[in-house]
């Protein structure tokens, strides 16, 4: 008895305005929650649906929202969850400046300029497919009118720093810094459109159950940053040279003699 009458006060401890914040708040991502805005009172079934958008976008992060016009141009296979306007950008900061160029985003946050190219099913099932994805990353073949506001001038001064895989979470898994590491990835983990998945342990390697790629790799992420911004950040990062210290140093012990 005690049991049910605890179950029955913690029912009763959330207040329906409580659900009705929790709902205009999730709406910003969540269309279907927008019919609660003006609501004062809520049936079991409509707290119940609330509860289940909490329960499942509960401390997910880099969550950015997107226009309808932008949903339907990414795809559903792109979106967080069904019904919920949204795609998952891992590592992304709020601050960064993102452009969703139909099926691509480009972000730019800290100087750098990702690219989040796009590829087809077929392709990214394709060991053959993807290796070719990634040769013209790196050469900076990928059609670059679809994917940023770079005139083609303006992108030659731009160099491919590293690819890595888009899937539905965003950027996962290694950065590749040339093609020839990109395409022996690739042949390792590709094989008859199944992706085979590695963990390592102490003893040896586990091999996962393979997965179809088709569901979840969206295509290959791209950073490419201005030749001059590189060399630049690098002179920032690197010590102060010495050559002051070592000449001024014979001149003063000179004078002293």
């Known amino acids: 008895m005690a049991r049910g009458r605890r179950g029955a006060k913690k029912g009763r401890g959330r207040q329906t305005d409580d659900y009705l914040t929790s709902a205009r708040q999730l ?13 004062k009172t809520l049936t079991k079934s409509e707290k119940a649906t609330i509860r289940r958008r909490e329960k499942q976008l509960r401390n997910i992060p ?3 929202p997107v226009s309808k016009k ?3 141009k990414l795809g559903r296979k792109k979106l967080f969850l069904p019904g919920v306007q949204a795609v998952q950008l891992r590592n992304v900061h709020p601050e960064a400046k993102i452009k969703f160029k139909g099926k ?32 013209d990353a790196f050469n900076k073949q990928f059609p670059i009118e679809r994917v940023s506001d770079l005139a083609a001038k303006a992108f030659q001064k731009f160099r ?19 093609v020839q590491q990109f395409v ?47 060399e630049k950040r690098k002179a920032l990062t690197n010590e102060p040279p010495q050559k002051t210290n070592n000449v001024v140093s014979p001149k003063r012990s000179k004078k002293k003699t």
């Open 27 to 39: 709406s910003r991502i969540v269309p279907s929650l927008k019919k609660f805005r003006n609501r």
């Open 62 to 64: 880099f969550l950015v």
């Open 70 to 72: 932008q949903a339907k």
């Open 104 to 135: 691509n985003v480009e972000v730019l946050q800290d100087g750098q300029r990702w690219i989040y190219w796009a590829l087809d099913t077929d392709t990214v099932r394709s060991r053959r497919g993807m290796r070719k994805a990634g040769q």
């Open 160 to 178: 491919v720093q590293q690819v890595h895989l888009w899937a539905h979470a965003g950027i996962v898994g290694d950065a590749f810094e040339s």
């Open 184 to 230: 022996m990835w690739v042949n390792e983990k590709w094989n008859q459109g199944r992706y085979i998945s590695t963990r390592y342990f102490a003893g040896g390697d586990i091999y996962t159950q393979p997965s179809d790629p088709g569901k979840w790799v969206n295509g290959i992420a791209i950073l490419i940053e201005d030749t001059g911004y590189t």
